[in-house]
C-alpha cells in the first residue's frame, strides 16, 4: 500500500460505492435539511481551510435550501473543532471542514480525544494540490537533481524551514528525504512566514510551501523553486517540473481539502451532501477559489473519501517510526 498515490487510493472502490449508494434509502433524503447546517473549520480565519469553506458554504446552502453557517472553532493544531464535530450527533446539521492536517495529528503519537477513523464519517474531497520546493538564491542547485547530489556530498548541510514541528510541511519534507535519501535539518517556525524570512534572508537553504503561499516569492525572484510534488505540473507555476520528472520517480506529495461528520450518520443524508458537494465543485466559481489556492477540484464517493483517511494515517505513522521524528 505503501507504493500506491493518494490519487490510486481515491480511485480504489470509487464504482462500487457509487453503486452501493444508488440503494440509500430517499425518503430521509427528502426531508433534509430542515434547519441551518454548521461547517466547522477547526483553525482561525483567513487561512485556506477558512477561505475555501466559506465559498462552499454559501454554494452548498444555495443547493441545500437551507444555510450553511461557517464557525471557527481553533485551536490545538485543530484538534478542537475536530472532537466538537466527533461527538456532535450524527444528523448532519454539524460537519467539519478538514484538511491534510488531521492525518498528521492522528499520526503524531499525541493523546487525542476522538479516533479519526472510527468516530468521523468521511462525506466527500474538497480538493487537493501540491507543494513546492523552494532554495534560497544562493544555493547552487539549479535543478532538484542537483540539489539531491548537493545533499549526498554533505549530509547535514542543507537546512529547511517549517510552519512547526509535526505539520505537514515537516513531515512531508522529510518523507522527501525519505525519498531522495538524503538528510536534511529541520528548523521549525511558528509559521511558513517566518521561515520564507529566513529562506529569502540566506539563513535558510530550502522549504516545502504550497504553492499558492511561495508563488509571489517564486515568481519575483526572491527564491527559486526547483519542482512541485503533483502528479501534474501546476497551472500557477507551469514552468515547474514535477518531482517525478525532475529526478525523484515516483515522489508525490499534496495537500487536500474535504467534508467529514460524525460517525453514523445516515446514508441517505450522506449521499445527500456528497451529492451536492460534487455538483457544487463544478461551478466555476468555485474552480477559481480552488485555483488561486493552487488546488483542484476532487469529486469522489464517500467511500473513496474514507480509504484516504487510513492510507494517509498509515503513511505518515510508518515515516515518524522510521525516521525517528519527535513531533513534540
Not at 443547493?63 to 450524527?90: C, H, M, W
Not at 517549517?162 to 513531515?171: D, F, M, S, V, Y
Request: hydrophobic share 45%.
Amino acid at each position: 500500500m505503501s507504493n500506491l498515490t493518494r490519487r490510486a487510493v481515491l480511485a480504489i472502490g470509487a464504482a462500487a460505492a457509487a453503486t452501493a449508494l444508488l440503494f440509500a434509502h430517499t425518503s430521509a433524503q427528502a426531508a433534509y435539511p430542515e434547519r441551518p447546517i454548521k461547517l466547522i473549520v477547526p483553525f482561525a480565519p483567513g487561512g485556506s481551510n477558512d477561505i475555501l469553506a466559506r465559498v462552499l458554504a454559501e454554494k452548498l446552502g444555495g443547493r441545500l435550501g437551507q444555510p450553511v453557517i461557517v464557525e471557527n472553532k481553533a485551536g490545538a493544531g485543530g484538534t478542537i473543532g475536530t472532537d466538537f464535530v466527533a461527538k456532535s450527533p450524527p444528523d448532519g446539521y454539524t460537519l467539519l471542514f478538514a484538511s491534510t492536517s488531521i492525518t498528521t495529528n492522528a499520526a503524531s503519537g499525541k493523546k487525542l480525544p476522538y479516533d479519526l477513523v472510527k468516530d468521523l464519517q468521511p462525506i466527500g474531497e474538497v480538493g487537493a494540490g501540491p507543494f513546492v520546493v523552494v532554495v534560497n538564491n544562493d544555493v547552487k542547485a539549479k535543478t532538484l537533481k542537483e540539489l539531491i547530489e548537493l545533499a549526498r556530498e554533505k549530509p547535514g548541510s542543507i537546512t529547511y524551514g517549517t510552519a512547526g514541528i509535526g505539520g505537514i510541511n515537516h513531515l512531508g519534507t522529510e518523507l522527501f528525504a525519505s525519498a531522495a535519501k538524503i538528510q536534511l535539518v529541520h528548523v521549525p517556525y511558528k509559521g511558513i512566514g517566518p521561515a520564507f524570512t529566513d529562506l529569502m534572508g540566506g539563513n535558510l537553504q530550502m522549504a516545502l510551501p504550497t504553492v499558492s503561499s511561495a508563488i509571489a516569492y517564486i515568481q519575483s525572484g526572491k527564491m527559486r523553486g526547483l519542482c512541485v510534488t503533483g502528479a501534474q505540473r501546476s497551472p500557477l507555476a507551469p514552468e515547474l517540473p514535477t518531482c517525478s520528472d525532475a529526478g525523484l520517480p515516483g515522489f508525490q506529495l499534496e495537500v487536500w481539502w474535504g467534508i467529514l461528520g460524525p460517525a453514523k450518520m445516515p446514508p441517505a443524508v450522506v449521499k445527500r451532501l456528497n451529492e451536492e458537494l460534487n455538483t457544487v465543485l463544478t461551478q466555476p466559481e468555485v474552480r477559481e477559489v480552488l485555483a488561486r489556492e493552487g488546488a483542484t477540484p476532487t469529486p469522489v464517493a464517500p467511500e473513496a473519501f474514507g480509504k484516504l483517511i487510513p492510507f494517509e494515517l498509515a503513511r505518515w505513522s510508518k515515516l515518524i517510526k522510521d525516521a525517528n521524528i519527535q513531533t513534540e
